[in-house]
C-alpha cells in the first residue's frame, strides 16, 4: 500500500516532541549508562511519541499502543528489522531473529511448523526430564544461592534437547559466558557513537571474536550429530528440509539458525523464570496460592501435560504478570522502509523506530498500579493478538515464534518450584534490572530455598 499525505496536514519530523539541545546531550549519556530509566523518563517529560536525534542513532520511540499495533501489526510491510540487528551479523548470521525479505519468510514458514501446539506437547518430555533433574540438585542446596544460574543452566539444557536432540549440558558454562561475552559487546556497540569495525582488533573485539569462535565450536558439533536422535527435534526438521526443487537448506543457513535457537530458545525463559522467582519471593502469599491452586487441581508436577497449564489460571497469571514488569526483551526496534506517518508525524525512509514494552507494560493509563504485581490482573483478562498495552513477544508477523513453547516451560517450572519448595530472598537482597539485550538483574537473583 502506497501512503500519501498532506503536507499541510502532516507535521515534519522535526516537529515531533523530544529532547534537544543540552538536554538531548545529557539524555544521551544517560542512555548510555542506564536505558531503562531514561525511556521512562522520556516519556513522562514529552510523550506518547518522542524524536531523539542522537549522531550515532536518530530514534523515534513509541509508548502509545495504537502507536506499536501501527508498527508491529498494521503497516508491517513498511518496517524491517532495526539497525541494531547489524550488531548481531558476527553471532547470528541470518538466522530467523535477523534476517529479511523473502529469506526471513522462507525460514519463517520452515520453523512455524516446529514451533505450533501440538509441536510444543511433544516437546513436554524434555522440558520434565531436564526439570527434575535440576529439582533432585536444588534440594541439596542450603546456603544462598542465585537462581538466574540455575535457570540459565536449565533452559539451555531443554533447549539442546528440544531443538538439536542433544545433551548439551557439558557444554553449558562456556556457552553462557560466551554469550554474555558478546552480546555485552553487541549492547555496547548499539549505544555507541562510533564503533571500530567488528574484526579490528581491539581487546573488546578479540573478546568477542573468542566468545564467537567458542559458540560456533559448540554450533560445529551440533551440526556434526545432525539431530538424529529418535525424539522429535528442530535440527532433524531443517536438515531433512526440501524445497518445491527438492533442494536442501544450505549449511551456512542452518549453521545461523542453530546459533539464533542456541541464544533466542532459552535466553528469554531462562530471564523469564528469574524475574517470576524474584517477584514471588517478594509477595510470598502468591506462593501459597500456587501451591494451594496445584494441591487442588490433583496433579504433581510430573504428571502435568500442556492441557493441564491452560487449566491452572493462577500459575498462568504469575507468568504473565512477571513478563508485565520484567518482559525479557524490553524494547523492539525497527526501521521504516518508506516514508510512513506516525502518530500523526512524517517519519522518512531510514528512520529507526522503538517500541517499548518495559515503558508501555508500566503506563498507569492501561494497568491500575502498573508498578504492583498483581498477577490477577490476567485471572480474566484475554490478551488478544491486537493488544498492544502488553506484547512481552512482540506483535504481528515478527512475534516471537517460541511464545507457546517459552510459556509452556515457564509456567511448568514454576509449577515444579511451587510444589517442591517455598523461597525467599536473600537478606538485603534487591535485584538490579538491565538492558542486556535482554532484561537481566545485573547482579543475579538471589534466594534462599525452604525445602
Not at 190 to 219: C, Q, Y
Not at 284 to 295: G, Q
Not at 341 to 351: E, F, N, S
Amino acid at each position: 500500500m502506497e501512503l500519501t499525505w498532506d503536507q499541510d496536514q502532516e507535521k515534519n519530523l522535526t516537529q515531533m516532541p523530544g529532547p534537544k539541545g543540552i538536554e538531548l546531550y545529557v539524555m544521551g549519556y544517560l542512555f548510555q549508562k542506564r536505558p531503562l530509566y531514561v525511556w521512562g523518563m522520556m516519556k513522562e517529560t514529552f510523550g506518547d511519541v518522542i524524536y531523539a536525534p542522537w549522531k550515532n542513532r536518530e530514534s523515534i520511540f513509541l509508548f502509545n499502543p495504537e502507536d506499536v499495533n501501527y508498527v508491529l501489526k498494521e503497516h508491517h510491510v513498511n518496517f524491517k528489522k532495526g539497525k541494531e540487528y547489524e550488531q548481531m551479523a558476527p553471532l547470528l548470521g541470518e538466522g530467523l531473529l535477523t534476517s529479511e525479505g523473502d529469506l526471513w519468510r522462507r525460514q519463517r514458514r520452515i520453523m512455524a511448523k516446529e514451533f505450533h501446539q501440538a509441536r510444543t506437547e511433544q516437546y513436554l518430555r524434555a522440558i520434565h526430564e531436564s526439570t527434575q533433574k535440576k529439582i533432585i540438585e536444588m534440594k541439596s542446596r542450603e546456603k544462598a544461592f542465585d537462581i538466574s544460574l540455575d535457570f540459565n543452566a536449565l533452559t539451555f539444557d531443554i533447549a539442546g534437547k528440544i531443538f538439536f536432540g542433544s545433551d548439551l549440558g557439558e557444554h553449558s558454562k562456556m556457552a553462557q559466558e560466551a554469550l554474555y561475552t558478546e552480546t555485552e559487546r553487541i549492547n555496547t556497540r548499539i549505544r555507541r557513537i562510533w564503533n571500530f569495525p567488528h574484526n579490528f582488533p581491539t581487546a573488546e573485539n578479540k573478546k568477542g571474536m573468542k566468545a564467537v569462535r567458542d559458540l560456533k565450536s559448540i554450533v560445529t558439533g551440533i551440526l556434526s550429530q545432525g539431530g538424529h536422535d529418535q525424539k522429535p527435534n528442530v535440527l532433524s526438521k531443517l536438515v531433512s528440509y526440501r524445497d518445491e526443487s527438492g533442494n536442501p537448506l544450505p549449511n551456512n543457513l542452518i549453521s545461523d539458525e542453530v546459533m539464533t535457537l542456541l541464544l533466542a530458545g532459552h535466553e528469554t525463559t531462562s530471564n523469564g523464570l528469574s524475574w517470576a522467582t524474584y517477584l514471588l519471593a517478594k509477595n510470598p502469599e502468591w506462593i501459597l496460592k500456587i501451591k494451594n491452586e496445584l494441591r487442588d487441581y490433583g496433579k504433581t508436577p510430573e504428571e502435568l501435560c500442556r492441557e493441564d497449564l491452560d487449566n491452572l489460571p493462577l500459575l498462568k497469571a504469575v507468568w504473565q504478570e512477571a513478563l508485565r514488569i520484567f518482559p525479557p526483551i524490553p524494547i523492539i526496534a525497527r526501521q521504516t522502509i518508506k516514508d510512513d506517518v506516525i502518530g500523526g508525524y512524517h517519519v522518512p525512509a531510514g528512520k529507526s523506530v522503538m517500541c517499548v514494552p518495559y515503558v508501555t507494560h508500566r503506563d498507569p493509563r492501561f494497568w491500575v498500579k502498573p508498578d504492583e504485581f498483581m498477577p490477577e490482573r490476567f485471572i480474566n483478562r484475554v490478551v488478544s493478538r491486537d493488544d498492544c498495552t502488553y506484547f512481552p513477544f512482540a506483535k504481528g508477523p515478527r512475534a516471537c515464534i517460541g511464545e507457546d513453547l517459552a510459556t509452556t516451560e515457564g509456567v511448568l517450572i514454576l509449577a515444579y518450584l511451587a510444589h517442591y519448595f517455598d523461597w525467599n530472598l536473600k537478606k538485603g537482597f534487591i535485584a538490579k534490572p538491565t538492558h542486556h539485550i535482554t532484561l537481566r538483574s545485573e547482579n543475579g537473583i538471589w534466594i534462599q530455598l525452604n525445602n
